[in-house]
């Protein structure tokens, strides 16, 4: 066990739906990371937030979001949802803000229908 | 652009014997960091070992280890002593010091045969 929690484990929503998906990092990191792993595109970084702020981005949809709340959880928001969003996010987090060791949760299995 | 590839998609051995995977990749950068992560089937990312580029010496953990190439842009595993346990995918992935965008391979799916 990692210590990163996401929620929920699976998701089955209709396309133009909009979800939710939520990490909660290891006690005391400061940074999460959300990442996305598909069949067609791999393991994509989405974007980085540490202590609250955006830190980076990396290939992220419009229509996706995040944010970092004050007790340091994630959230992370997608909308207008297409079959081609189905995938695997996960949340990893690490203490510092530079990524240099980072601890991944389970993952959210996405399923756009 | 900076591109991480796998060149082996799968790659099967027997169990306690030694299994090399390959990674390449593309970078103008002097400061990165290169890393190996495992994905079993219960799809949780667990990374096994980690290479600072300016380290010339190789990272080792247990039973893993690399060869980092550095002029040439190869960072292979090696998996010595392979058990049951180590099946699963395994990814390389590259990230520049000042830049927390990982770019991750492909991916090589080890099997292990009993």
């Known amino acids: 066990d990692s210590g990163v929690t996401q929620t929920p484990k699976h998701l089955i929503t209709a396309t133009g739906q909009r979800v939710t998906l939520r990490c909660s990092p290891r006690?005391?990191?400061?940074?999460v990371y959300w990442y996305q792993q598909s069949l067609d595109q791999g393991l994509q970084f989405l974007i980085q937030y540490y202590n609250g702020e955006e830190r980076a981005k990396g290939n992220i949809l419009e229509r996706f979001s995040a944010q970092q709340f004050p007790d340091l959880h994630s959230e992370l928001n997608l909308s207008s949802l297409e079959l081609g969003d189905s995938a695997l996010y996960f949340c990893a987090s690490s203490v510092g803000d530079r990524y240099t060791e980072a601890f991944f949760g389970q993952g959210t299995r996405l399923t756009v229908v | 652009a900076q591109t991480v590839t796998q060149s082996q998609p799968e790659m099967s051995v027997q169990e306690a014997e030694t299994v090399t995977l390959s990674c390449t990749y593309d970078t103008s950068e002097s400061d990165y960091y290169l890393f190996w992560y495992k994905q079993p089937p219960s799809r949780q990312m667990i990374l096994v070992i980690r290479?600072?580029?300016?380290?010339?010496q190789n990272a080792t953990e247990n039973r893993f280890s690399v060869n980092f190439q550095k002029a040439a842009k190869s960072f292979s595993l090696k998996i010595s002593d392979s058990q049951l346990g180590d099946a699963a995918m395994y990814f390389c992935a590259y990230k520049v010091d000042n830049n927390n965008d990982m770019r991750f391979g492909a991916g090589t799916r080890l099997t292990v045969k009993p």
């Open positions: 006690s005391g990191d400061l940074s």
């Open positions: 290479q600072e580029a300016y380290k010339q």
